[in-house]
């Protein structure tokens, strides 16, 4: 189940943590709107290529588990004051 956690991580800083669930929610998501983007932009052409890729990649991810290994299971990305992927934590 999904638990979206939000806390300080750092002086004046807001940080979102994502677990390994959620990352492969938001992966999902991610790739369906790349396969889209690539498809618009080659006007089909490169369409069924990027999809093939994007599988694969999501497949793999899937596989893992998420974007981060077992040992730092939750994704830190901050969003205040400006947004950046921070990495994966304990």
Known sequence: MPKLSEGGCGFLQRCL?????EQ???LAGGGAAIVTVICGVTALLGCAAAAGLV????QWLSNRGGACPKSKPRLKWRYFPTPAVQGCVA
């Open 17 to 21: 943590y994502f677990s390994r669930s």
């Open 55 to 58: 599988a694969a990649v999501l």
């Open 24 to 26: 492969l929610i938001i």
